[in-house]
């Protein structure tokens, strides 16, 4: 019973943490990747519970770009809601697993030193398909973030983010 409860006060803890570094890091971070197909994805339709990531989601006021984590199978990807014709949407994953020493929310500088990242899209729908965030053989977390393409913002993407739970 404590071990529940104590899973429960670790995700909490997470979920606050990513709130607070979230507000103070900033919404969105310009992109510099160059574009790839959908075949850069790590999977596709996998049911899972996925939870937004806060402090790597920006809030656009009416919109969102929200990166959702799953829970049982590792995987993340992004959405834009809502999502009007002509506007695209994509998930990066880091190439190489990120150091311990990286925290949760890294710089595209601390992930490019690091391998650099590749790009699962764009997806000219409202959702990505699914990036791999944590290979339990290997054990290698992976950075990932969310990002979009509209007419008024251009390209854009939240934060970096590395699940480490």
């Known amino acids: 019973m404590s071990a529940g409860k ?6 909490f803890a997470k979920i606050l943490l990513a ?3 979230g507000a103070a890091a900033g919404a969105v971070v310009p992109v510099s990747a160059a574009s790839a197909t959908p075949s850069e994805c790590d999977q596709s339709g ?36 809502p999502r009007y014709s002509g506007e695209q949407v994509w998930a990066d994953r880091s190439l190489r697993g990120m150091p311990s020493s990286l925290p949760m929310y890294p710089t595209t500088e601390q992930v490019n030193a690091n391998g650099g990242w590749k790009q699962c899209g764009p997806f000219s729908s409202s959702e990505s398909s699914l990036v791999l965030n944590w290979n339990t053989s290997q054990q290698r977390h992976y950075a990932v973030r969310a990002c979009a393409r509209t007419a008024i ?9 590395i699940d480490r739970s």
């Open 19 to 21: 709130v607070i570094v």
């Open 46 to 81: 996998i049911p899972d519970y996925y939870q937004v990531v806060v402090g790597s989601s920006p809030d656009l006021g009416d919109r969102r770009l929200q990166l959702w984590n799953g829970g049982a199978f590792n995987y993340s990807y992004a959405r834009l809601s």
């Open 6 to 11: 104590s899973t429960t006060s670790n995700r």
């Open 153 to 161: 913002l251009g390209s854009f993407c939240g934060n970096w983010y």
